[in-house]
């Protein structure tokens, strides 16, 4: 869409190596809620070697194991410089996991090996600490975002915003206290019980990066699925550009979005790993974060290991 009438053209990075659980997914959401309202997508899946297309106007990334981290570096510093053209130009971007953390500034593996990223975003990562995996709350400016939280590592954003701050899970740092461990497992680890866990209100805990047209984040799902204002966020921020604004919603997606509420709903009322005897302590939260009309999330990628 760099010109009038071409197609919406999506940039897919890597898919091969960064596409775990699902993460393609979010692609095929953009794609879907596109040309449901007539809008003609072209998706570009940009592999290692391959250049990038004259024209771009939505750029995602997924996520992968630290191996594929390490395998798709140097395919990721080739693309670096027009990469940073594109944010710059206000191209939104989605990243997710090692994604994100590629597309920032640098990682530090768990053995101390340093990785330089593509400075897209003014992120660092450290591989470190203890795995967080279950289900992630956060409250951002589009309301509530859930999804699936797997990871063993922190990231530093520095003084820039995040998408929001973390209900339930642990976020971008190291975190203590009730919620902090998104897992039995994590419960476990720091000598807590799953009884003793509560969802908490929004904290110092905050998730991801959102600054301008940049988004990256650590939810998981994939997280277009249960969280469609953010696809249409990045939709509308696309065509915005070239002057064009994105169609009212069609009846199916309409259908769609209902679902994805209700689904987001119940993640948000009792994630993984909270027993019943938190969720009735949890009726004390604002009305906002539990709700009488949350209902059973359907969609979640749980197995792998994310950095």
């Given at each position: 869409?760099?010109?009038?009438?071409?197609?919406?053209?999506?940039?897919?990075?890597?898919?091969?190596?960064?596409?775990?659980?699902?993460?393609?997914?979010?692609?095929?959401?953009?794609?879907?809620?596109?040309?449901?309202?007539?809008?003609?997508?072209?998706?570009?899946?940009?592999?290692?070697?391959?250049?990038?297309?004259?024209?771009?106007?939505?750029?995602?990334?997924?996520?992968?194991?630290?191996?594929?981290?390490?395998?798709?570096?140097?395919?990721?510093?080739?693309?670096?410089?027009?990469?940073?053209?594109?944010?710059?130009?206000?191209?939104?971007?989605?990243?997710?996991?090692?994604?994100?953390?590629?597309?920032?500034?640098?990682?530090?593996?768990?053995?101390?090996?340093?990785?330089?990223?593509?400075?897209?975003?003014?992120?660092?990562?450290?591989?470190?600490?203890?795995?967080?995996?279950?289900?992630?709350?956060?409250?951002?400016?589009?309301?509530?975002?859930?999804?699936?939280?797997?990871?063993?590592?922190?990231?530093?954003?520095?003084?820039?915003?995040?998408?929001?701050?973390?209900?339930?899970?642990?976020?971008?740092?190291?975190?203590?206290?009730?919620?902090?461990?998104?897992?039995?497992?994590?419960?476990?680890?720091?000598?807590?019980?799953?009884?003793?866990?509560?969802?908490v209100a929004p904290d110092s805990r905050v998730e991801g990066f959102w600054v301008d047209n940049l988004i990256g984040t650590h939810l998981h799902g994939p997280v277009l699925a249960n969280n469609p204002a953010l696809a249409e966020w990045l939709l509308e921020t696309a065509l915005a550009r070239h002057g064009a604004a994105l169609p009212p919603a069609t009846p199916d997606l309409v259908e769609i979005d209902r679902r994805a509420s209700e689904a987001r709903a119940?993640?948000?009322?009792?994630?993984?790993?909270?027993?019943?005897?938190?969720?009735?302590?949890?009726?004390?939260?604002?009305?906002?974060?539990?709700?009488?009309?949350?209902?059973?999330?359907?969609?979640?990628?749980?197995?792998?290991?994310?950095?």
């Open positions: 869409m760099a010109e009038h009438g071409e197609p919406l053209r999506i940039l897919h990075l890597f898919p091969t190596t960064l596409g775990l659980n699902g993460e393609s997914g979010n692609v095929d959401i953009l794609r879907r809620r596109a040309e449901s309202r007539g809008v003609e997508v072209d998706v570009v899946r940009l592999e290692a070697g391959d250049q990038l297309p004259a024209s771009v106007d939505l750029v995602f990334i997924g996520s992968g194991p630290v191996s594929a981290q390490v395998q798709t570096q140097a395919a990721v510093l080739a693309v670096a410089a027009p990469l940073r053209e594109l944010a710059a130009s206000g191209v939104p971007f989605l990243a997710v996991g090692a994604g994100f953390q590629l597309l920032g500034e640098s990682i530090t593996l768990a053995d101390g090996t340093g990785l330089t990223g593509a400075a897209v975003f003014p992120v660092s990562t450290v591989i470190a600490g203890e795995r967080v995996v279950g289900d992630f709350v956060v409250e951002s400016r589009l309301g509530t975002l859930v999804g699936f939280e797997n990871r063993g590592s922190y990231i530093d954003i520095g003084q820039a915003a995040p998408i929001g701050h973390v209900v339930y899970g642990r976020g971008n740092v190291a975190a203590t206290g009730p919620g902090a461990g998104a897992s039995a497992a994590a419960i476990a680890a720091s000598g807590g019980t799953a009884e003793g866990t509560v969802l119940t993640i948000a009322a009792a994630p993984l790993g909270v027993a019943p005897k938190a969720i009735e302590r949890s009726k004390s939260l604002p009305k906002r974060l539990v709700s009488e009309r949350f209902r059973p999330l359907d969609c979640h990628g749980r197995d792998g290991a994310w950095g």
